[in-house]
């Protein structure tokens, strides 16, 4: 039997459902940005960044799509012309016909995206969302014949909706009469065209994500027995738990400063750490942000966190810890870097007979002398 062949397109579906695209930040820029969904690809190199040497790497191992953190086009480009690495780049890619992918700040506000990796790194347990997105979720209410009720509930549930937390299949239900007449024309389950009737009805309510509300009202109207199905959604002003921005999680006892910014220096591959004045002797409890996380500083420090570990601080910045955290800058590239050891997981447990490569280019253009 041929085995079918993976196409970009393949390899989106299943990053965004990992990190869904409507996660994204309103200014970022995600998703496939050069190349056709159609495109077949045998190889996949992940990277943090993408530059001409990364795309000379992927012609170099025949890797037709390039998985990138950052994407490559993020600010308004009205010119390819080679004039600068940007346009050099989607050039390259372009000629080679190889697809640029990019999952950037979808990926840092999901639970198991880039800060929950950091987490890990240094050691921290109980990991939860610093600050939780909002505005984020919908309530879809359904009314529904109670023989028909589970069936129809099962097949929202694996549709996404009804999680809650560490919960799953969550709904609430309760009775009721539904009245309504046929049109001469319909063609009703219960009841007689142009006679009205009154049924016992249950309503069900479900939370979702935004994201997923074509597929779960697909999914309903698909397993539901009524040629018209009755519902209406309800945005909600709750905060999502699984998605936002930063994360908070503790080490199992507290440790010394000095041996905590070791940890960084260890962890990281670090010559040197920024950061302000402790505020206490030990360290337990750690908010982290990869990338510039400054506009989370007050988040940790409401989470009472003995330390923010974030990136690109400026001056002034760092005064905003004001005595009641420690701030540290790890750099932007150091925060970041196991990014790609993520993804590769990601993908190579979905796609195990693809060969997904890990750049071996020094994309961080930041040195230290």
């Not at 050099?88 to 890619?93: D, I, M, N």
Request: glycine share 6%.
């Amino acid at each position: 039997m041929n085995q079918k062949t993976t196409t970009i397109a393949d390899v989106a579906a299943f990053i965004e459902s990992w990190a869904p695209a409507s996660l994204a930040e309103d200014y970022d820029n995600v998703g496939l940005l050069v190349g056709s969904y159609h495109q077949p690809t045998e190889n996949i190199l992940v990277s943090l960044d993408v530059t001409e040497s990364v795309v000379d790497e992927a012609i170099a191992s025949n890797c037709g799509l390039i998985v990138s953190h950052h994407p490559i086009l993020f600010k308004n480009i009205k010119r390819l012309n080679g004039q600068n690495y940007v346009a050099r780049t989607v050039e390259k890619a372009i000629r080679n016909q190889i697809g640029l992918y990019a999952c950037h700040t979808n990926l840092d506000n999901v639970s198991t995206g880039v800060n929950q990796k950091i987490g890990e790194k240094i050691g921290l347990s109980d990991l939860k969302i610093l600050r939780p997105a909002n505005s984020k979720l919908l309530k879809l209410t359904f009314f529904v014949p109670p023989s028909s009720k589970e069936e129809v509930l099962a097949s929202v549930h694996a549709a996404g909706a009804g999680n809650i937390g560490n919960y799953t299949h969550c709904s609430f239900a309760s009775s009721g009469t539904g009245t309504f007449r046929p049109g001469l024309d319909a063609h009703p389950t219960i009841g007689t065209p142009g006679q009205a009737e009154n049924v016992a009805e249950d309503r069900v309510e479900v939370i979702l994500p935004r994201y997923l509300k074509s597929k779960v009202i697909q999914a309903l109207e698909t397993s539901h027995p009524y040629e018209e199905v009755a519902y209406y959604i309800h945005p909600l002003e709750n905060n999502w738990q699984d998605t936002g921005s930063g994360m908070v999680g503790s080490f199992s006892a507290p440790i010394e400063n000095s041996r905590f910014i070791e940890l960084l220096k260890k962890t990281f591959n670090l010559h040197m750490v920024k950061h302000t004045r402790p505020v206490g002797a030990t360290i337990q409890k750690v908010a982290i942000c990869g990338g510039s996380g400054h506009f989370l500083m007050a988040d940790a420090i409401a989470a009472g966190a003995d330390v923010f570990v974030t990136a690109d601080l400026k001056y002034h910045e760092f005064f905003d810890a004001d005595d009641r955290i420690m701030a540290v800058d790890i750099g932007h590239y150091e925060s970041e870097q196991f990014t790609s050891e993520l993804i590769i997981e990601q993908l190579s447990k979905q796609f195990p007979n693809i060969a997904v490569l890990l750049s071996k280019v020094r994309t961080n253009p930041v040195f230290y002398a």
